[in-house]
């Protein structure tokens, strides 16, 4: 079954620091990923995608994410954290099943609390 | 703005009531898409529209619930015989035809039934 897993409910991170948010995925075929940002109250907003290419894949708000194909993963990472990075992120993979349209799996999300 | 827009943000119903929610995608976007987010949970796929057509339903989409994209243009998802379980952030989403973009979601319309 193809699915998308975010192991940690919350990653707490001070200020300035690195941080990382995981996400493992199971997809038939190659997998096309994205991760996703959510505040509250509202939609999402895009951060970055891995559809083929460099597996350092470099997207918005200085976020970028690495595929590991052996390790089916795909981390979220931000080299120094902002408060206001503090947020829901949801790492997503296209069903292996669509017929090439956005039709995503969601994992359960991850809590980002950046600390001052 | 051109992002997607949804309408309206939230809605209190009544168990029992129907409701409708309107999404207007990315002008140039043909592909529209229907998710549901409950609370702790990532968004479930409701239902895929290619123009006009409804491509794919997900077996979430019960009897009680219905989308149309009319003319291609905006969509709107109606739930009939509102029920608690109903309860969720229903978001839209769109993207182009072309190539392996990223689908732009809307703002969402968060559904309390009581």
């Known amino acids: 079954a193809q699915s998308v897993a975010q192991p940690e409910d919350q990653v707490n991170v001070a200020e300035g620091n690195p941080l990382t948010v995981k996400c493992t995925y199971s997809v038939s075929g190659n997998p096309y990923l994205f991760w996703y940002v959510q505040y509250p109250n509202r939609g999402l907003q895009f951060l970055l995608k891995?559809?083929?290419?460099?597996?350092l894949v470099k997207g918005s708000y200085g976020f970028e994410a690495e595929f590991n194909k052996s390790q089916t993963s795909f981390h979220l990472k931000k080299p120094s954290a902002l408060v206001s990075d503090s947020a829901l992120y949801f790492c997503?993979?296209?069903?292996?099943?669509?017929?090439?349209?956005?039709?995503?799996?969601f994992g359960a999300g991850t809590r980002l609390a950046v600390h001052p | 703005d051109t992002g997607v827009s949804q309408d309206p943000r939230h809605k209190i119903t009544k168990r029992g009531q129907n409701v409708t929610f309107r999404c207007d995608p990315i002008s140039e976007h043909n592909r529209l898409y229907w998710y549901r987010q409950t609370l702790g949970q990532g968004p479930e796929f409701l239902t895929y529209?290619?123009?006009?057509?409804?491509?794919?339903k997900s077996r979430l989409l019960s009897d009680r619930f219905s989308a149309e994209r009319p003319k291609g243009s905006f969509s709107t998802l109606e739930i009939q015989r509102t029920e608690q379980g109903d309860s969720a952030m229903y978001l839209c989403a769109s993207s182009p035809r072309t190539g392996y973009t990223e689908a732009f979601f809307g703002q969402g319309t968060r559904l309390t039934v009581v």
């Open positions: 997503a993979v296209r069903d292996g099943s669509s017929g090439g349209y956005n039709k995503l799996i």
């Open positions: 891995y559809i083929t290419g460099d597996n």
């Open positions: 529209f290619q123009n006009e057509a409804q491509l794919e």
